[in-house]
């Protein structure tokens, strides 16, 4: 099994930025995709920004020069830095770790973005 331990949400004001992290510990694969996902009240979850253990990254379109993820592969932490935030940014963020056999969710943390 995984555990993904998340943390670094809050309230923001427009314009500004928060960073999450991610934390997994158990059965790491050394080959692996960790990202954030969110979701939004009343609408699915939706893909954020995803990083392979080997370094390519992908971004959703909404968040392409505004948001930066990362990884540190020696912690198992994936990182995601969210700058110039707006109202439609604000959802839960979930971690997501997966790679040949094992695809885990993290419990969530909350990004509320105020105008």
């Known amino acids: 099994q995984v555990q993904l331990v998340e943390s670094g949400g809050g309230l923001v004001q427009a314009g500004g930025s928060l960073r999450l992290s991610c934390a997994a510990s158990g059965s790491i694969f050394g080959i692996n995709t960790m990202g954030w996902y969110r979701q939004a009240p009343g609408k699915q979850r939706e893909l954020v920004a995803t990083?392979?253990?080997?370094?390519?990254?992908n971004y959703a379109d909404s968040v392409k020069g505004r948001f930066t993820i990362s990884r540190d592969i020696a912690k198992n932490t994936v990182y995601l830095q969210m700058n110039s935030l707006n109202s439609e940014d604000t959802a839960v963020y979930y971690c997501?770790?997966?790679?040949?056999?094992?695809?885990?969710w993290g419990q969530g943390t909350q990004v509320t973005v105020s105008s």
């Open positions: 990083i392979m253990s080997l370094g390519s990254t």
């Open positions: 997501r770790y997966s790679d040949y056999k094992y695809d885990y």
